[in-house]
């Protein structure tokens, strides 16, 4: 069992940053496929950005490419979601994901809301 807990979301104004954190209570983040995903009101959970388990290479959907940076740090267990240049359309719940293949794993979620 694989415990994640995401925090750093907020309320802000279109343009500002924000960087989401996603704690997992495993021993290493090595070799696992983690990823972001969100989830805003009335529409379906969406994919947002992944960082490769084999690679360490970051994948990105086309609406936050070039905006949001994915990022790990092994020795602290977490995963990063560096946000830039916000828009409204952001406005999500967001989600951490952990494949382990067999099984995998998600967050309770941490809400992001943008202004214009």
């Not at 995401?6 to 209570?25: H, I």
């Not at 983040?29 to 994919?47: C, H, T, V």
């Not at 949001?68 to 977490?78: M, R």
């Amino acid at each position: 069992q694989v415990e994640l807990v995401e925090s750093g979301g907020s309320t802000v104004q279109a343009g500002e940053s924000l960087r989401l954190s996603c704690k997992s209570s495993a021993r290493t983040l090595r070799g696992i496929s983690m990823a972001w995903f969100r989830q805003a009101p009335g529409k379906d959970r969406e994919f947002v950005a992944q960082i490769s388990a084999t690679d360490g290479l970051g994948y990105y959907s086309d609406s936050v490419k070039g905006r949001f940076t994915i990022s790990a740090d092994n020795a602290k267990t977490t995963l990063y979601l560096q946000m830039d240049n916000l828009r409204p359309e952001d406005t999500a719940v967001y989600y951490c994901n952990a494949d382990y293949g067999v099984h995998d794993y998600w967050g309770q979620g941490t809400q992001v809301t943008v202004f214009s």
